[in-house]
C-alpha cells in the first residue's frame, strides 16, 4: 500500500491550500485516513482524520478553519485549509489505517511522505 500526497507549498498567512492523499495498491478496505504534522521538536499531532463512515475529528487548533473530506471510489483523503496562520508551517503527513485483506491480521497503519507547507509573507 501506498499513500502519495500532494499540495503543499506557500502560501501567505490568512491563505488556503488544499492537500490531497491518495492511497492505491492492495487494498480491501479503509478504516480510516487523516492528516498529522509535527514541528521541529516536538510531537507528531493529529490534524483530523475521517472515517469510511463520513465520522470526521479535528485538532481543536484547527475546528473551524479546515475541512477533511474523502472520496472512496478513489480512496483519497483531502484537507481543505483555511486562515492559515504562520506557526502552521510544518511537514504535513497522510495516514492510513487500511485492511489489506479479509482476515483479522490483515490491517496496518500506513504512512505517505511528507509534504511541506509554509506560511509565510
Known amino acids: 500500500v501506498q499513500l502519495q500526497a500532494s499540495g503543499g507549498g506557500l502560501v501567505q498567512p490568512g491563505g488556503s491550500l488544499r492537500l490531497s492523499c491518495a492511497a492505491s495498491?492492495?487494498?480491501?478496505?479503509?478504516?480510516?485516513m487523516g492528516w498529522y504534522r509535527q514541528a521541529p521538536g516536538k510531537q507528531r499531532e493529529l490534524v483530523a482524520s475521517?472515517?469510511?463512515?463520513?465520522?470526521?475529528n479535528y485538532a481543536d487548533s484547527v475546528k473551524g478553519g479546515f475541512t477533511i473530506s474523502k472520496d472512496n471510489a478513489e480512496n483519497m483523503v483531502s484537507l481543505q485549509m483555511n486562515s492559515l496562520k504562520p506557526e502552521e508551517t510544518v511537514v504535513y503527513h497522510c495516514?492510513?489505517?487500511?485492511?489489506?485483506?479479509?482476515?483479522?491480521?490483515?490491517?496496518?497503519?500506513?504512512w505517505g511522505q511528507g509534504t511541506l507547507v509554509t506560511v509565510s509573507s
Open positions: 475521517i472515517t469510511s463512515g463520513g465520522v470526521t
Open positions: 495516514n492510513g489505517f487500511i485492511r489489506t485483506t479479509r482476515f483479522p491480521s490483515g490491517v496496518a497503519d500506513y
Open positions: 495498491g492492495r487494498i480491501f478496505s479503509i478504516n480510516h
